[in-house]
Structure formats: structure tokens, C-alpha cells
């Protein structure tokens, strides 16, 4: 079983960067592709980004991508969400998930997962 510690949220003014991370507490994440999704207070769940067992591939939801960047750091068993540009909008608690994967290259583009975090809450002050 996965363990995943969200850790890196907090307060920054619009325009302003902030880099979240998620940390395997118990387990590895080798033989699992990653995903960052978040919930805003009254919204459904949006995934925002995904990267592949092998780093080799990444995707990003479109409310996202050119901001956000996600990476991987296997011997550390760590995964990163880089945010920049950020917008009051992406005001949510960020999870970060996991979901076995057989294919290394495969990532995963919708909120699925087997494990996920407790979350690290994300507030962008305008």
C-alpha cells in the first residue's frame, strides 16, 4: 500500500509561484503513473496533470498548462507540481494520486487513481 504526504501549499499573491510536493510516506512509486488533481469549495474534482511512470510523458488540463509543470524524482520517491502565473482560480485543495500502470509510458488523464493524499490546500490572494 501507498502512502502520499501532500506538503508546500499556502498564500501567494496573484502572479506568484509556489511548488507542491508529494511524497511517498510508505511504498514506492516506481510501478505507478502519477497526477495532480484539486477541488475548489463547491466544485467537482479537476485534474490538472499527469506524468508517466518514466517521466517520458506528461499531460496538463488546459485551465493549466503553459503555468504548471509536474516532475518526478524516483530515488526520492517525490512528485512536483512547479505553479506559476498563479490565478485566484486555481484557489483549491491539490491532491496528488496515484494509479498502478503496467505501460511506463502511459499517464493517466482524468482523475483516476488507486492511492491519493490528504491534500495541501492552495489560496492565490488578488
Known amino acids: 500500500q501507498v502512502q502520499l504526504v501532500e506538503s508546500g501549499g499556502g498564500l501567494v499573491q496573484a502572479g506568484g509561484s509556489l511548488r507542491l510536493s508529494c511524497a511517498a510516506s510508505?511504498?514506492?512509486?516506481?510501478?505507478?503513473?502519477m497526477t495532480w488533481f484539486r477541488q475548489a469549495p463547491g466544485k467537482e474534482r479537476e485534474f490538472i496533470a499527469a506524468i508517466s511512470r518514466n517521466s517520458d510523458n506528461s499531460h496538463y488540463a488546459d485551465s493549466v498548462k503553459g503555468r504548471f509543470t509536474i516532475s518526478r524524482d524516483s530515488a526520492k520517491n517525490t512528485v512536483y507540481l512547479e505553479m506559476n502565473s498563479l490565478k485566484p482560480e486555481d484557489t483549491a485543495i491539490y491532491y496528488c494520486?496515484?494509479?498502478?500502470?503496467?505501460?511506463?509510458?502511459?499517464?493517466?488523464?482524468?482523475?483516476?487513481?488507486?492511492?491519493r493524499g490528504q491534500g495541501t490546500q492552495l489560496t492565490v490572494s488578488s
Open positions: 494520486a496515484a494509479k498502478f500502470m503496467i505501460n511506463a509510458w502511459r499517464v493517466v488523464t482524468g482523475v483516476e487513481y488507486d492511492y
Open positions: 510508505r511504498g514506492g512509486l516506481s510501478n505507478y503513473a
